[in-house]
Protein backbone atom coordinates (compact mmCIF):
# COMPACT_ATOMS: atom_id res chain seq x y z
CA UNK A 1 0.00 0.00 0.00
CA UNK A 2 3.11 2.14 -0.17
CA UNK A 3 1.66 3.83 -3.29
CA UNK A 4 -1.37 5.11 -1.18
CA UNK A 5 0.69 7.18 1.86
CA UNK A 6 0.73 10.84 0.99
CA UNK A 7 4.36 12.37 1.48
CA UNK A 8 2.67 16.31 2.45
CA UNK A 9 1.99 17.18 -1.06
CA UNK A 10 3.44 17.40 -4.29
CA UNK A 11 3.67 18.75 -7.73
CA UNK A 12 3.65 18.65 -11.83
CA UNK A 13 3.91 20.64 -14.32
CA UNK A 14 1.82 19.65 -17.54
CA UNK A 15 3.14 21.10 -21.17
CA UNK A 16 -0.85 20.65 -21.46
CA UNK A 17 -3.76 20.81 -19.21
CA UNK A 18 -7.62 20.60 -19.21
CA UNK A 19 -8.75 23.49 -17.59
CA UNK A 20 -12.25 24.72 -17.10
CA UNK A 21 -11.74 27.16 -19.60
CA UNK A 22 -9.94 24.92 -22.21
CA UNK A 23 -6.51 24.02 -22.96
CA UNK A 24 -3.62 26.13 -21.34
CA UNK A 25 0.24 25.70 -21.72
CA UNK A 26 3.22 25.14 -19.18
CA UNK A 27 0.13 24.52 -16.30
CA UNK A 28 2.31 24.27 -12.80
CA UNK A 29 -0.31 21.56 -11.00
CA UNK A 30 0.57 21.31 -6.96
CA UNK A 31 -1.44 19.74 -4.27
CA UNK A 32 -1.18 19.75 -0.39
CA UNK A 33 -1.32 16.46 2.20
CA UNK A 34 -4.38 16.80 2.18
CA UNK A 35 -5.22 15.52 -1.59
CA UNK A 36 -6.63 19.26 -2.56
CA UNK A 37 -5.36 21.02 -5.39
CA UNK A 38 -3.44 24.39 -4.05
CA UNK A 39 -1.92 25.44 -7.21
CA UNK A 40 -3.01 25.63 -10.41
CA UNK A 41 -0.94 28.23 -12.50
CA UNK A 42 -0.71 28.28 -16.87
CA UNK A 43 2.15 29.46 -18.46
CA UNK A 44 4.47 29.11 -15.56
CA UNK A 45 8.37 27.57 -15.92
CA UNK A 46 9.14 24.41 -14.74
CA UNK A 47 11.05 23.85 -11.81
CA UNK A 48 14.19 21.94 -11.94
CA UNK A 49 13.31 18.43 -10.59
CA UNK A 50 9.63 18.27 -10.58
CA UNK A 51 8.00 15.80 -12.25
CA UNK A 52 6.65 16.47 -16.13
CA UNK A 53 3.99 15.28 -18.54
CA UNK A 54 2.44 16.06 -21.85
CA UNK A 55 -1.48 15.79 -21.39
CA UNK A 56 -3.11 15.96 -18.61
CA UNK A 57 -6.75 15.81 -17.93
CA UNK A 58 -9.08 15.99 -14.69
CA UNK A 59 -9.98 12.71 -13.40
CA UNK A 60 -13.70 10.73 -14.73
CA UNK A 61 -16.27 10.64 -12.19
CA UNK A 62 -18.83 7.60 -12.16
CA UNK A 63 -21.81 8.37 -10.87
CA UNK A 64 -23.37 5.36 -11.05
CA UNK A 65 -22.04 1.92 -9.41
CA UNK A 66 -23.56 -1.39 -8.26
CA UNK A 67 -19.68 -2.87 -7.66
CA UNK A 68 -20.84 -6.88 -6.64
CA UNK A 69 -22.34 -7.08 -10.43
CA UNK A 70 -18.92 -6.48 -11.87
CA UNK A 71 -18.41 -10.44 -10.99
CA UNK A 72 -21.67 -10.98 -13.23
CA UNK A 73 -19.42 -9.99 -16.50
CA UNK A 74 -20.17 -12.07 -19.51
CA UNK A 75 -22.15 -14.51 -17.75
CA UNK A 76 -25.59 -13.30 -18.60
CA UNK A 77 -25.01 -13.32 -22.76
CA UNK A 78 -27.46 -16.57 -23.10
CA UNK A 79 -31.02 -16.28 -24.19
CA UNK A 80 -33.33 -17.78 -22.47
CA UNK A 81 -31.73 -17.70 -19.13
CA UNK A 82 -34.54 -16.95 -17.25
CA UNK A 83 -36.32 -20.16 -17.61
CA UNK A 84 -39.66 -18.91 -17.73
CA UNK A 85 -40.01 -18.72 -21.77
CA UNK A 86 -39.44 -14.50 -21.37
CA UNK A 87 -38.51 -12.83 -24.14
CA UNK A 88 -35.20 -11.75 -22.64
CA UNK A 89 -34.88 -8.28 -21.05
CA UNK A 90 -34.07 -6.16 -18.06
CA UNK A 91 -36.55 -8.08 -16.26
CA UNK A 92 -34.94 -11.77 -17.41
CA UNK A 93 -31.35 -10.38 -16.89
CA UNK A 94 -32.53 -8.93 -13.57
CA UNK A 95 -33.56 -12.41 -12.28
CA UNK A 96 -30.30 -13.85 -13.04
CA UNK A 97 -28.83 -10.96 -10.97
CA UNK A 98 -30.83 -11.98 -8.19
CA UNK A 99 -29.72 -15.43 -7.77
CA UNK A 100 -25.90 -13.91 -7.63
CA UNK A 101 -26.77 -11.61 -5.17
CA UNK A 102 -28.16 -13.94 -2.84
CA UNK A 103 -24.77 -15.66 -2.93
CA UNK A 104 -22.06 -13.41 -2.45
CA UNK A 105 -20.85 -12.73 1.30
CA UNK A 106 -19.38 -9.79 2.56
CA UNK A 107 -16.12 -10.83 2.13
CA UNK A 108 -16.55 -11.59 -1.62
CA UNK A 109 -18.29 -8.60 -1.97
CA UNK A 110 -15.15 -6.54 -0.95
CA UNK A 111 -12.97 -8.31 -3.08
CA UNK A 112 -14.82 -7.57 -6.44
CA UNK A 113 -15.40 -4.49 -5.35
CA UNK A 114 -11.74 -3.59 -4.57
CA UNK A 115 -10.89 -5.26 -8.64
CA UNK A 116 -13.74 -3.01 -10.48
CA UNK A 117 -12.12 -0.32 -8.58
CA UNK A 118 -8.54 -0.78 -9.72
CA UNK A 119 -10.03 -1.17 -13.52
CA UNK A 120 -11.97 1.90 -12.95
CA UNK A 121 -8.58 3.86 -12.11
CA UNK A 122 -6.61 2.12 -14.83
CA UNK A 123 -8.84 3.63 -16.82
CA UNK A 124 -9.34 6.89 -16.05
CA UNK A 125 -12.30 6.84 -13.37
CA UNK A 126 -10.93 8.78 -10.10
CA UNK A 127 -14.43 8.65 -8.23
CA UNK A 128 -16.95 6.17 -8.03
CA UNK A 129 -20.44 6.43 -6.54
CA UNK A 130 -21.46 3.61 -5.42
CA UNK A 131 -25.45 2.90 -5.35
CA UNK A 132 -25.16 -0.10 -2.75
CA UNK A 133 -28.39 -2.12 -1.82
CA UNK A 134 -27.16 -5.14 -0.37
CA UNK A 135 -27.89 -4.97 3.47
CA UNK A 136 -28.60 -8.31 5.00
CA UNK A 137 -27.33 -11.61 4.76
CA UNK A 138 -27.89 -14.59 2.41
CA UNK A 139 -31.02 -15.09 4.55
CA UNK A 140 -32.30 -11.97 5.22
CA UNK A 141 -31.61 -10.86 8.54
CA UNK A 142 -30.19 -8.04 9.59
CA UNK A 143 -26.41 -7.95 10.48
CA UNK A 144 -24.69 -6.47 13.97
CA UNK A 145 -23.42 -3.69 12.17
CA UNK A 146 -26.06 -2.45 10.14
CA UNK A 147 -23.33 -1.04 8.22
CA UNK A 148 -21.63 -3.86 7.67
CA UNK A 149 -21.71 -4.74 3.83
CA UNK A 150 -21.32 -0.94 3.50
CA UNK A 151 -18.19 -0.90 5.45
CA UNK A 152 -16.41 -3.42 2.48
CA UNK A 153 -17.67 -1.30 -0.17
CA UNK A 154 -15.64 1.34 1.80
CA UNK A 155 -12.43 -0.76 2.55
CA UNK A 156 -12.55 -1.83 -1.01
CA UNK A 157 -12.47 1.89 -2.09
CA UNK A 158 -9.65 2.79 0.40
CA UNK A 159 -7.50 -0.43 -0.85
CA UNK A 160 -7.86 0.82 -4.67
CA UNK A 161 -7.57 4.40 -3.99
CA UNK A 162 -10.13 5.21 -5.66
CA UNK A 163 -12.95 8.31 -3.96
CA UNK A 164 -16.04 7.11 -2.94
CA UNK A 165 -19.66 8.39 -2.66
CA UNK A 166 -21.16 5.93 -0.60
CA UNK A 167 -25.29 5.76 -1.36
CA UNK A 168 -27.32 3.10 1.19
CA UNK A 169 -30.02 2.04 -0.63
CA UNK A 170 -33.85 2.44 0.40
CA UNK A 171 -35.65 -0.82 -0.92
CA UNK A 172 -39.29 -1.75 0.62
CA UNK A 173 -40.89 -3.18 -2.16
CA UNK A 174 -41.74 -5.50 -4.88
CA UNK A 175 -43.26 -3.33 -7.53
CA UNK A 176 -46.10 -0.05 -7.50
CA UNK A 177 -49.18 -0.19 -5.41
CA UNK A 178 -46.44 -0.84 -2.17
CA UNK A 179 -46.50 -4.78 -3.60
CA UNK A 180 -44.29 -6.82 -1.02
CA UNK A 181 -40.77 -7.95 -1.51
CA UNK A 182 -40.47 -11.02 -3.20
CA UNK A 183 -38.27 -14.20 -1.38
CA UNK A 184 -34.84 -13.08 -3.96
CA UNK A 185 -35.34 -9.53 -2.72
CA UNK A 186 -34.86 -10.51 0.97
CA UNK A 187 -31.42 -9.03 1.02
CA UNK A 188 -32.53 -5.34 0.28
CA UNK A 189 -34.70 -5.12 2.53
CA UNK A 190 -34.73 -1.78 4.43
CA UNK A 191 -36.82 0.97 5.14
CA UNK A 192 -36.04 4.96 6.15
CA UNK A 193 -35.10 4.05 9.48
CA UNK A 194 -32.52 1.60 8.50
CA UNK A 195 -30.84 3.50 5.92
CA UNK A 196 -30.52 6.48 8.08
CA UNK A 197 -28.87 4.15 10.62
CA UNK A 198 -26.21 3.26 8.14
CA UNK A 199 -25.52 6.34 7.04
CA UNK A 200 -25.13 7.56 10.54
CA UNK A 201 -23.21 4.38 10.88
CA UNK A 202 -20.97 5.49 8.27
CA UNK A 203 -20.53 9.32 9.24
CA UNK A 204 -16.86 8.17 10.89
CA UNK A 205 -15.58 7.32 7.91
CA UNK A 206 -16.72 10.32 5.84
CA UNK A 207 -13.26 12.64 4.45
CA UNK A 208 -12.51 14.52 1.58
CA UNK A 209 -12.17 11.16 0.26
CA UNK A 210 -15.34 9.89 1.28
CA UNK A 211 -18.81 10.78 1.25
CA UNK A 212 -22.26 9.40 2.30
CA UNK A 213 -25.42 9.93 0.95
CA UNK A 214 -28.27 7.95 0.07
CA UNK A 215 -30.03 6.30 -2.49
CA UNK A 216 -34.13 5.72 -2.66
CA UNK A 217 -34.02 2.74 -5.07
CA UNK A 218 -36.78 3.41 -7.38
CA UNK A 219 -40.38 4.63 -7.56
CA UNK A 220 -41.44 0.60 -7.64
CA UNK A 221 -39.27 -0.23 -4.63
CA UNK A 222 -40.17 2.81 -2.03
CA UNK A 223 -43.34 4.98 -1.24
CA UNK A 224 -43.58 8.71 -1.89
CA UNK A 225 -43.98 9.06 2.08
CA UNK A 226 -41.30 7.05 2.04
CA UNK A 227 -38.46 8.77 0.09
CA UNK A 228 -39.57 12.40 1.68
CA UNK A 229 -39.23 11.15 4.88
CA UNK A 230 -35.45 9.78 3.79
CA UNK A 231 -34.62 13.00 1.51
CA UNK A 232 -35.73 15.23 4.64
CA UNK A 233 -34.28 13.20 7.36
CA UNK A 234 -30.75 13.24 5.41
CA UNK A 235 -28.05 15.90 6.22
CA UNK A 236 -28.16 19.01 4.07
CA UNK A 237 -26.43 18.82 0.72
CA UNK A 238 -26.05 15.32 0.87
CA UNK A 239 -26.54 13.62 -2.47
CA UNK A 240 -29.72 11.75 -3.51
CA UNK A 241 -29.64 9.35 -6.64
CA UNK A 242 -32.85 6.93 -8.11
CA UNK A 243 -33.57 4.55 -10.56
CA UNK A 244 -35.86 6.11 -12.31
CA UNK A 245 -37.98 5.02 -15.95
CA UNK A 246 -35.11 2.72 -16.91
CA UNK A 247 -37.85 0.61 -18.79
CA UNK A 248 -41.20 1.16 -20.62
CA UNK A 249 -43.08 -1.20 -18.63
CA UNK A 250 -41.71 0.43 -15.66
CA UNK A 251 -43.13 3.46 -17.35
CA UNK A 252 -46.94 1.96 -17.58
CA UNK A 253 -46.66 0.35 -14.36
CA UNK A 254 -46.19 3.81 -12.88
CA UNK A 255 -48.94 5.51 -14.96
CA UNK A 256 -51.08 2.66 -14.09
CA UNK A 257 -50.51 3.11 -10.26
CA UNK A 258 -50.07 6.92 -10.44
CA UNK A 259 -51.73 8.22 -13.51
CA UNK A 260 -48.51 10.06 -13.92
CA UNK A 261 -45.39 8.79 -15.76
CA UNK A 262 -42.07 8.74 -13.38
CA UNK A 263 -40.45 11.80 -13.71
CA UNK A 264 -43.62 13.93 -13.98
CA UNK A 265 -44.47 12.17 -10.77
CA UNK A 266 -41.31 12.97 -8.84
CA UNK A 267 -41.00 16.17 -9.62
CA UNK A 268 -44.18 16.78 -8.56
CA UNK A 269 -44.35 14.81 -5.19
CA UNK A 270 -40.57 15.87 -3.76
CA UNK A 271 -38.40 18.67 -3.79
CA UNK A 272 -36.31 17.29 -6.93
CA UNK A 273 -33.21 20.14 -6.80
CA UNK A 274 -29.60 19.51 -7.48
CA UNK A 275 -28.74 17.32 -4.52
CA UNK A 276 -30.27 14.82 -6.71
CA UNK A 277 -29.05 12.32 -9.34
CA UNK A 278 -31.99 10.76 -11.62
CA UNK A 279 -30.26 7.46 -13.13
CA UNK A 280 -31.19 6.40 -16.11
CA UNK A 281 -34.34 8.83 -16.69
CA UNK A 282 -34.51 6.64 -20.24
CA UNK A 283 -37.84 7.12 -21.62
CA UNK A 284 -39.37 10.76 -21.24
CA UNK A 285 -42.15 12.55 -22.37
CA UNK A 286 -41.12 16.01 -23.86
CA UNK A 287 -42.35 18.16 -21.32
CA UNK A 288 -40.62 16.01 -18.32
CA UNK A 289 -36.90 16.43 -20.99
CA UNK A 290 -37.63 20.04 -19.68
CA UNK A 291 -38.88 19.95 -16.05
CA UNK A 292 -35.78 17.52 -15.74
CA UNK A 293 -33.25 19.76 -16.88
CA UNK A 294 -35.15 22.39 -15.03
CA UNK A 295 -35.01 21.16 -11.64
CA UNK A 296 -30.90 21.15 -11.17
CA UNK A 297 -30.74 17.57 -10.73
CA UNK A 298 -28.06 15.25 -12.97
CA UNK A 299 -29.06 13.12 -15.56
CA UNK A 300 -27.04 9.72 -14.65
CA UNK A 301 -26.49 8.03 -17.84
CA UNK A 302 -24.96 4.57 -18.37
CA UNK A 303 -24.90 4.02 -21.81
CA UNK A 304 -23.23 0.64 -21.92
CA UNK A 305 -25.40 -1.40 -19.12
CA UNK A 306 -28.39 0.43 -21.07
CA UNK A 307 -27.07 -1.05 -24.14
CA UNK A 308 -26.66 -4.22 -23.04
CA UNK A 309 -29.73 -4.39 -21.22
CA UNK A 310 -31.87 -3.63 -24.28
CA UNK A 311 -33.06 -0.23 -22.16
CA UNK A 312 -33.14 2.46 -24.54
CA UNK A 313 -31.59 5.73 -25.76
CA UNK A 314 -31.87 9.06 -23.29
CA UNK A 315 -33.29 11.94 -25.19
CA UNK A 316 -30.22 13.46 -24.82
CA UNK A 317 -30.16 16.46 -27.51
CA UNK A 318 -33.41 18.19 -26.07
CA UNK A 319 -32.23 17.59 -22.59
CA UNK A 320 -28.68 19.45 -23.25
CA UNK A 321 -30.60 22.16 -25.17
CA UNK A 322 -32.80 22.93 -22.08
CA UNK A 323 -29.60 23.43 -20.37
CA UNK A 324 -29.96 19.89 -18.70
CA UNK A 325 -26.71 18.29 -16.85
CA UNK A 326 -25.50 14.83 -17.17
CA UNK A 327 -23.44 12.58 -15.82
CA UNK A 328 -22.23 8.63 -16.63
CA UNK A 329 -21.20 5.88 -15.01
CA UNK A 330 -20.81 1.83 -15.48
CA UNK A 331 -23.64 0.80 -13.73
CA UNK A 332 -23.27 -3.56 -14.14
CA UNK A 333 -19.60 -2.53 -15.23
CA UNK A 334 -20.09 -4.87 -18.65
CA UNK A 335 -17.31 -1.67 -19.35
CA UNK A 336 -15.14 -0.07 -16.52
CA UNK A 337 -14.47 2.86 -19.26
CA UNK A 338 -15.32 6.49 -19.64
CA UNK A 339 -14.09 6.18 -22.84
CA UNK A 340 -16.32 3.51 -23.84
CA UNK A 341 -19.16 5.07 -22.22
CA UNK A 342 -19.06 8.59 -23.65
CA UNK A 343 -18.33 7.08 -26.93
CA UNK A 344 -21.58 4.85 -26.66
CA UNK A 345 -23.55 8.02 -25.46
CA UNK A 346 -22.66 10.00 -28.38
CA UNK A 347 -22.81 7.71 -30.85
CA UNK A 348 -26.63 6.10 -29.89
CA UNK A 349 -27.65 9.82 -30.32
CA UNK A 350 -26.00 9.43 -33.96
CA UNK A 351 -27.79 6.55 -34.40
CA UNK A 352 -31.20 7.36 -32.79
CA UNK A 353 -31.09 10.58 -34.86
CA UNK A 354 -29.52 9.72 -38.36
CA UNK A 355 -26.61 12.89 -37.79
CA UNK A 356 -23.00 13.60 -36.76
CA UNK A 357 -22.02 15.12 -33.53
CA UNK A 358 -25.10 15.16 -31.56
CA UNK A 359 -23.22 17.10 -28.36
CA UNK A 360 -21.59 19.99 -30.13
CA UNK A 361 -23.13 23.13 -29.56
CA UNK A 362 -23.12 26.79 -31.46
CA UNK A 363 -20.83 27.70 -28.54
CA UNK A 364 -18.12 24.53 -28.47
CA UNK A 365 -18.17 22.69 -31.84
CA UNK A 366 -15.66 20.20 -30.06
CA UNK A 367 -17.77 17.02 -29.56
CA UNK A 368 -15.18 15.54 -27.15
CA UNK A 369 -14.85 18.31 -25.29
CA UNK A 370 -18.54 19.01 -24.56
CA UNK A 371 -18.79 15.17 -23.62
CA UNK A 372 -15.90 15.25 -21.17
CA UNK A 373 -16.61 18.40 -19.41
CA UNK A 374 -20.27 17.52 -19.29
CA UNK A 375 -19.63 14.42 -17.78
CA UNK A 376 -17.37 15.95 -15.18
CA UNK A 377 -20.00 18.61 -14.06
CA UNK A 378 -22.58 16.50 -13.94
CA UNK A 379 -20.42 13.64 -12.31
CA UNK A 380 -19.06 15.92 -9.60
CA UNK A 381 -22.32 17.29 -9.00
CA UNK A 382 -24.08 13.90 -8.16
CA UNK A 383 -20.98 13.07 -5.86
CA UNK A 384 -21.28 15.40 -4.12
CA UNK A 385 -17.39 16.26 -3.76
CA UNK A 386 -15.09 18.68 -4.83
CA UNK A 387 -14.10 17.33 -8.19
CA UNK A 388 -14.29 17.92 -12.01
CA UNK A 389 -12.27 20.71 -12.12
CA UNK A 390 -8.41 21.71 -12.13
CA UNK A 391 -8.34 24.29 -9.54
CA UNK A 392 -7.28 25.38 -6.30
CA UNK A 393 -9.56 24.15 -3.46
CA UNK A 394 -10.92 21.05 -5.81
CA UNK A 395 -9.48 17.66 -5.06
CA UNK A 396 -6.10 16.05 -6.76
CA UNK A 397 -7.75 14.04 -9.32
CA UNK A 398 -5.98 14.36 -12.40
CA UNK A 399 -4.96 11.35 -15.57
CA UNK A 400 -1.71 11.58 -17.18
CA UNK A 401 -2.21 10.70 -21.27
CA UNK A 402 0.37 8.55 -22.90
CA UNK A 403 1.82 10.89 -24.95
CA UNK A 404 3.70 9.12 -26.54
CA UNK A 405 0.94 6.69 -28.33
CA UNK A 406 0.97 6.71 -31.83
CA UNK A 407 -2.78 8.40 -31.17
CA UNK A 408 -1.27 10.95 -29.21
CA UNK A 409 2.58 11.38 -30.31
CA UNK A 410 2.50 15.63 -31.78
CA UNK A 411 -1.08 16.13 -30.98
CA UNK A 412 -2.40 19.58 -31.42
CA UNK A 413 -4.17 19.85 -27.23
CA UNK A 414 -7.51 20.86 -29.45
CA UNK A 415 -7.34 17.58 -30.92
CA UNK A 416 -6.08 15.67 -27.89
CA UNK A 417 -9.97 14.87 -26.45
CA UNK A 418 -11.03 13.49 -29.93
CA UNK A 419 -8.38 10.84 -30.15
CA UNK A 420 -8.62 9.79 -26.51
CA UNK A 421 -12.33 9.37 -26.85
CA UNK A 422 -12.88 8.38 -30.65
CA UNK A 423 -9.59 6.94 -31.91
CA UNK A 424 -8.88 2.74 -31.01
CA UNK A 425 -9.33 1.08 -28.25
CA UNK A 426 -5.73 1.16 -26.51
CA UNK A 427 -6.05 2.58 -22.86
CA UNK A 428 -4.33 5.43 -23.34
CA UNK A 429 -4.21 6.43 -19.39
CA UNK A 430 -0.94 6.33 -18.14
CA UNK A 431 -0.89 7.99 -14.49
CA UNK A 432 -3.43 8.21 -12.62
CA UNK A 433 -3.52 10.84 -9.43
CA UNK A 434 -6.82 10.35 -6.79
CA UNK A 435 -7.02 12.55 -4.19
CA UNK A 436 -3.60 13.58 -4.23
CA UNK A 437 -2.10 9.85 -4.29
CA UNK A 438 -0.55 8.30 -7.48
CA UNK A 439 -2.76 5.23 -7.68
CA UNK A 440 -1.66 4.45 -11.18
CA UNK A 441 1.87 4.50 -12.45
CA UNK A 442 2.75 3.71 -16.44
CA UNK A 443 -0.80 1.87 -16.58
CA UNK A 444 -0.45 -0.28 -13.48
CA UNK A 445 -1.78 -0.16 -10.49
CA UNK A 446 0.42 -0.93 -7.60
CA UNK A 447 -1.50 -3.71 -5.74
CA UNK A 448 -3.34 -4.95 -9.28
CA UNK A 449 -1.97 -8.50 -8.64
CA UNK A 450 -2.87 -8.80 -4.84
CA UNK A 451 -6.55 -7.17 -5.33
CA UNK A 452 -6.80 -9.92 -8.46
CA UNK A 453 -5.85 -12.87 -6.73
CA UNK A 454 -8.62 -11.96 -3.97
CA UNK A 455 -11.16 -11.62 -6.84
CA UNK A 456 -10.18 -14.55 -8.30
CA UNK A 457 -10.77 -16.73 -5.42
CA UNK A 458 -13.93 -15.08 -4.47
CA UNK A 459 -15.12 -16.07 -8.09
CA UNK A 460 -13.67 -19.42 -7.32
CA UNK A 461 -16.06 -19.54 -4.56
CA UNK A 462 -19.15 -18.29 -5.77
CA UNK A 463 -18.76 -20.82 -8.60
CA UNK A 464 -18.73 -23.98 -6.16
CA UNK A 465 -21.39 -22.24 -3.79
Known amino acids: MGAHVNRGGDALFARHALLADGWRRDVLIAWDGAGDLVRVEPDAVAAAGCAQAEYVLPGMINLHSHAFQRALGGLTERAGGSGNGDLDSFWTWRDLMYRFANRITPEQMEAVAAQLYVECLRHGYTAVCEFHYLHRDSDGAAYADPA ?49 RIAEALDGLRSPQLEVGAAPHSLRAVSIGQLNELARALPAGRPLHIHIAEQALEVQQCLDASGRRPVEWLLDQAEVDARWCLVHATHLSAGEVVALAHSGAVAGLCPTTEANLGDGLFPLAPYLAAGGRFGIGSDSHVSQSPVEELRWLEYGQRL ?36 GVLAPGRRADLLVLDGAHPNLDGAAPDDVLGRFLFCGNDNLVRDVLAGGRWAVRNGRHPDQDTIAARYKTALRQLRES
Do not use: C
Open 148 to 196: ETARRIAAAAGAAGIGLTLLPVMYAYAGFGEAPLKPEQRRFRSDPALVL
Open 352 to 387: QHGRRNIVASPGRPDVAAGLWHGALLGGAQASGRRL
